[in-house]
């Protein structure tokens, strides 16, 4: 139930949740600190043991969606994509949070940026899953399909804010994925739009439990199945770039099969700051 101001808000934050209550009061807290922004807040609990309706059902600008099985993170944030009332949307996860201003410089951004078709605003994150901070910076813009193609360019959808019409018209995230969601949205939204940044650090990631980076088992079959789906986007670009890409998967297998049976510290390791 929504209730508050009867006109469209500017921006939909849409916040996939399960079994997080707390991660979750501490996402909500960081979106009602943005200022000078309209916004709704659509949750969308995937299913968790405990239903929390009473406590969001007569909050200000918060719609609550209870799926009553786990259906995932993507169908998920697809759910709350189809809600969404807002000309912008972002996807922000349970265990994180937006910093002050963050909506604000990125509708800004939309506003004065010199790129044309823009589809996307991004920021710099505060990475603090690791257990050490660690500051992602995306300075991306314009056209990057060939360099996502390449490799993970934008990262972490929590910093990312869409035209919600740009995110409807790919078909929002792909629910087939068991991991690599994100990463497969921003291929195929750079193949039809570009993409822009604000130049400051707006969101932070945090540690928290069930967290698909420490599932080896789907960041396994996610990456088969994202090398499989863009196998001709690859052959397209030519022979040796499709002969890269197959190399690359081989070792991102190889780091992955060495996180689920060495551990998350070797995984870490391997990773050197780039990730699929």
């Known amino acids: 139930m929504v209730s508050g101001n009867p006109e469209p808000p500017i921006v939909s934050i849409v916040i996939p949740t399960f079994n997080r209550p707390e991660c979750l009061r501490r996402a909500i807290a960081s979106v009602q600190k943005q200022k000078?922004?309209?916004f709704e807040i659509i949750i969308v609990d995937d299913g968790s043991e405990i239903d929390l309706s009473?406590?969001?059902?007569?909050?200000?600008?918060?719609?609550?969606?209870?799926?009553?099985?786990?259906?995932?993170?993507?169908?998920?944030?697809?759910k709350g994509l189809a809600l969404a009332r807002g000309t912008f949307v972002n996807f922000l996860d349970d265990d994180d949070i937006f910093l002050d201003g963050k909506l604000?410089?990125?509708?800004?951004?939309?506003?004065?940026s010199d790129v044309l078709n823009l589809g996307m605003v991004s920021c710099h994150i505060r990475d603090l899953r690791s257990g050490k901070e660690v500051i992602s910076e995306n300075r991306y813009k314009g056209d990057i399909y060939l360099e996502s193609l390449k490799e993970y360019t934008v990262k972490l959808t929590s910093t990312m804010l869409f035209l919600t019409d740009a995110v409807r018209s790919i078909g929002g995230f792909d629910i087939q994925l068991p991991a690599n969601q994100e990463y497969d949205l921003i291929i195929r939204l750079s193949k039809k739009y570009q993409v822009d940044y604000v130049d400051q650090i707006l969101a932070e990631a945090n540690m928290s439990e069930q967290q698909i980076s420490h599932n080896f088992d789907k960041k396994i079959t996610g990456a088969r199945l994202l090398f499989k789906k863009f196998d001709s986007d690859y052959r397209n670009v030519g022979f040796f770039f499709w002969l890269r890409m197959q190399c690359?998967?081989?070792?991102?297998?190889?780091?992955?099969f060495i996180g689920k049976y060495v551990g998350f510290k070797a995984y870490r390791f391997l990773l050197c700051n780039k990730s699929v």
Do not use: H, M, P
Not at 56 to 78: C, D, F, L, P, V
Not at 248 to 256: E, H, I, P, Q, V
């Open 36 to 38: 000078e922004v309209s």
């Open 54 to 78: 009473e406590e969001y059902s007569n909050q200000t600008n918060i719609q609550y969606i209870r799926n009553e099985t786990n259906r995932g993170g993507g169908y998920a944030r697809n």
């Open 104 to 112: 604000e410089a990125q509708i800004r951004q939309f506003s004065e």
């Open 248 to 256: 690359k998967l081989r070792f991102l297998l190889f780091r992955f």
